[in-house]
T-cell receptor, first 113, second 113 residues
Framework: DAGVIQSPRHEVTEMGQEVTLRCKPI?????LFWYRQTMMRGLELLIY????????DSGMPEDRFSAKMPNASFSTLKIQPSEPRDSAVYFC???????????FGAGTRLSVL | GNSVTQMEGPVTLSEEAFLTINCTYT??????LFWYVQYPGEGLQLLLK?????DKGSNKGFEATYRKETTSFHLEKGSVQVSDSAVYFC????????????FGKGTLLTVNP
């Protein structure tokens, strides 16, 4: 398996623009997680899905953030409108079941100017 | 709630030096403990894990022992290499929220030849 695949690897946008980050989990993994990594706050869980259903979105910072998982092989994290403080590395991870190893993608580095 | 505290970095060592990165935790129930490693420009990878008290996780020469009495999971390696230069994260999952990884802030290790 190719592992968790994220795109794009880098995204530079201007404040106010819509940003969409994409993730393809490992085939057969029922759980998908979105994390944000910043110097100030470290790694934070934003939201996770089980069988394509959002289970816990308590980490989503505000209404400008939304995440979807239309099928078992694809998820998106959208920021609309983007702000400079959203600049971070966003990771997607997947796992077979709770408590198991989470496999991370390479991340998307987002810069909002 | 759950929390992980790991030593502040950065840590700079010469090749073949002994490495210790301290990690302590606070958790409800009986957590599983993990060390993840992030190489430059990549996502996180599991380095080792331990699921119950006195378990020792080991991989690639790294070791960590689950110490319930001191709530610690310190990472050690007897002889580091330049290729070990990376950011190391201590993490845990616990109890009813065992899907959720709680991470420490990360420790940057640089190994010089």
């Amino acid at each position: 398996d190719a592992g968790v695949i994220q795109s794009p690897r880098h995204e530079v946008t201007e404040m106010g623009q819509e940003v969409t980050l994409r993730c393809k989990p490992i085939s057969g993994h029922d759980y998908l997680f979105w994390y944000r990594q910043t110097m100030m706050r470290g790694l934070e869980l934003l939201i996770y899905f089980n069988n394509n259903v959002p289970i816990d979105d308590s980490g989503m910072p505000e209404d400008r953030f939304s995440a979807k998982m239309p099928n078992a092989s694809f998820s998106t994290l959208k920021i609309q409108p983007s702000e400079p403080r959203d600049s971070a590395v966003y990771f997607c991870a997947s796992t077979l079941r709770p408590g198991n190893i989470q496999y991370f993608g390479a991340g998307t580095r987002l810069s909002v100017l | 709630g759950n929390s992980v505290t790991q030593m502040e970095g950065p840590v700079t060592l010469s090749e073949e030096a002994f490495l210790t990165i301290n990690c302590t935790y606070t958790a409800t129930g009986y957590p599983s403990l993990f060390w993840y490693v992030q190489y430059p420009g990549e996502g996180l990878q599991l380095l080792l894990k331990a699921t119950k008290a006195d378990d020792k996780g080991s991989n690639k020469g790294f070791e960590a022992t689950y110490r319930k009495e001191t709530t610690s999971f310190h990472l050690e390696k007897g002889s580091v290499q330049v290729s070990d230069s990376a950011v190391y994260f201590c993490a845990l999952t616990s109890g009813g929220s065992n899907y959720k990884l709680t991470f420490g802030k990360g420790t940057l290790l640089t190994v010089n030849p």
